[in-house]
């Protein structure tokens, strides 16, 4: 038992830089592998456009790019390119590291709530949450943003907490977490809370000079945007614009149901941790009704409070009106006032509990509203989709751990006074997460085969068009797949659109079926364009101008008659 003892001090003593390298170790295998399987996979959609756009950044544009996309992840993309690793590959790395660095900020951050132990399992729960998985190495800015967006509000913590010069490091990190993804300017919403609610703990001058300092990663790519389309502020104006139009149903993303992620909540974090959740959640019940004869004996400061403090009595009201508003407007106003009528909601809500002596509530309630930020704005967006759910994963990992917390504190499982509650629960925890990596890991690959073998198409079709016309670069070339042709030739491929019933829309898709009326308006389309060649993946397209010259799968070159 002495050997426990002393074991138990050492690894007590040491447990933050153990329990941090183990992290780190952990994570950085998961992301091997996970990059090592998006490599045979290929990339995606959207993870072309950055690749393209990362070309241009790098000095090598091919003539095909889509600036209207954020920056950062091409930006850095583009340094490997410099340096010679021109590959798709590239942006799987930069993905993958940028996700290990926000593992790493989301150890320091629950640090500051739990102890070493916790902070290691939460960070582990968000790092193997299946939809994290799913998206790590990917390419994508979402991961990226968020890795960005937690040690922006690890610095917001720290500069309320014990230095307002921390500001110089959370407010250019805010940026970067808007310049990688545009939503995340929704990130301004719990910074700014956080700092009104402790404003007599900062200082004014450092978040001005913060916020200066902000600026500073800003103008570059406002004078880059200014020259490209002679208006500075074009890239985030069309996604604003976007973002507040209305959404046609005929868009492939189109989702209106308001609790798309509640109701996707296992597919997102795995069935196992909903598990947990739901034990967590009967055993909390449990106690509270053991705990409730008591609690009604007791005196509770915010309930007395109203019938002797009349300014407090009219803040409940102004509460429970607020919250009436709040539940009765969503998903029928535009979502900013939703955003404006929570975060009022959150300040009155502190403002009724900060004196009943709950420990770090301001970080608790941070912690809500960085949630709510995105849960209100995906929410209320049309157009959803599975990965939108990441912005809200390490605030999930934050409660899930602060609910675990709150049952085993009320366990005792003890050998030699030594409370071994938490290292079982630990280790449960742990087995919990490996079988649902291994499995999550494991279907990645199956899942996301139709992908690859629209990659390999749209490869096998380009490297036959090359060989087939060494001349193409002068011709004009338009593909469904734009993103995919773009890359693969190397030069500015136009969009075939979709059509139906003779209108136009946004193409993304390649499961539509063209009547003829729609294979008519496309094929008139593409004369009006003087298209020479056209890559196409569509089902059923009957191009009268075009005759089929080769055909990879479903992927099928047209050349002009």
């Known amino acids: 038992m002495g050997d426990l003892s002393n074991s138990h001090k050492i690894f007590k003593k040491y447990s933050g830089h153990i329990l941090l390298a183990t992290l780190v170790i952990i994570i950085s295998l998961i992301t091997y592998y996970r990059v090592k399987i998006q490599m045979d996979l290929g990339p995606i959609w959207d993870t072309y456009d950055f690749l393209s756009n990362a070309l241009l ?5 091919t003539g095909y790019s889509d600036l209207t996309r954020p920056p950062v992840l091409p930006f850095l993309t583009s340094i490997l390119f410099r340096l010679g690793y021109t590959s798709s590959t590239s942006i799987f790395i930069v993905d993958g590291l940028l996700f290990i660095f926000g593992v790493i900020g989301l150890f320091l951050l629950l640090k500051l709530q739990f102890n070493d132990t916790l902070s290691f399992l939460g960070s582990l729960v968000y790092a193997t949450f299946p939809i994290i998985i799913s998206f790590v190495g990917v390419g994508l800015s979402d991961i990226p943003s968020v890795s960005f967006a937690i040690w922006t509000i690890y610095f917001t913590i720290l500069a309320v ?11 250019p990190l805010m940026m970067l977490t808007f310049l990688t993804r545009y939503p995340s300017a929704l990130l301004i919403f719990p910074v700014m809370f956080y700092i009104l609610i402790n404003r007599k703990s900062v200082e004014i001058k450092d978040i001005i000079i913060g916020i200066s300092s902000s600026l500073l990663l800003l103008i570059p790519v406002l004078i880059f945007f200014y020259e490209v389309f002679g208006n500075p502020f074009y890239s985030f104006l069309n996604f ?11 868009n492939s993303a189109y989702n209106p149901d308001i609790l798309y992620f509640i109701n996707n909540l296992p ?4 069935d196992q941790l909903v598990a947990i959740i739901f034990i967590i959640m009967f055993c909390f019940g449990v106690y509270i009704l053991l705990k409730a004869k008591k609690a009604l004996k007791s005196k509770i400061e915010l309930f007395k409070v109203p019938y002797t403090d009349k300014i407090k009595f009219i803040k409940v009201i102004l509460f429970i009106s607020l919250l009436i508003a709040f ?17 009022a909601l959150a300040y009155i809500l502190y403002d009724l509990v900060k004196n009943l002596n709950i420990k770090n509530i301001d970080i608790h309630l941070l912690i809500f509203a960085w949630f709510m930020a995105f849960f209100i704005f995906h929410s209320i967006y049309a157009v959803k989709d599975y990965r939108y759910f990441v912005t809200m994963a390490p605030a999930v990992a934050y409660f899930l751990i602060l609910s675990i917390i709150q049952i085993y504190s009320k366990l005792e499982f003890k050998i030699r006074n030594i409370n071994l509650t938490s290292y079982l629960f630990s280790i449960i925890l742990i087995i919990i997460i490996i079988l649902s990596t291994i ?102 397209l009957n191009l009268t101008s075009y005759k089929p010259i080769k055909q990879f799968g479903k992927t099928i070159i047209y050349k002009r008659v």
């Open 161 to 171: 907490k014990k230095n307002s010069k921390f500001f110089y490091l959370s407010f």
């Open 327 to 343: 539940l009765g407007t969503f998903n029928k106003v535009y979502y900013m006032w939703s955003e404006i009528l929570f975060f």
């Open 267 to 270: 597919l997102f974090i795995g």
């Open 240 to 250: 604003f614009g976007s973002s507040s139009a209305a959404i046609s149903s005929n």
């Open 57 to 61: 950044f790098a000095g090598q544009g």
């Open 439 to 540: 499995s999550c890991l494991s279907s990645v690959q199956e899942v996301n085969n139709n992908l690859k073998i629209i990659d390999q198409n749209m490869n096998s079709a380009s490297q036959w068009l090359i060989n087939y016309d060494p001349n193409y670069k002068t011709k004009t070339v338009y593909s469904d797949l734009w993103p995919y042709s773009g890359w693969y030739l190397k030069m500015n491929v136009g969009m075939i659109p979709i059509f139906k019933e003779g209108q136009m829309y946004y193409t993304g898709t390649n499961d539509h079926n063209f009547n003829q009326q729609d294979s008519l308006a496309a094929n008139n389309y593409l004369v009006r364009n003087n298209v020479y060649y056209c890559f196409s993946t569509l089902q059923k």
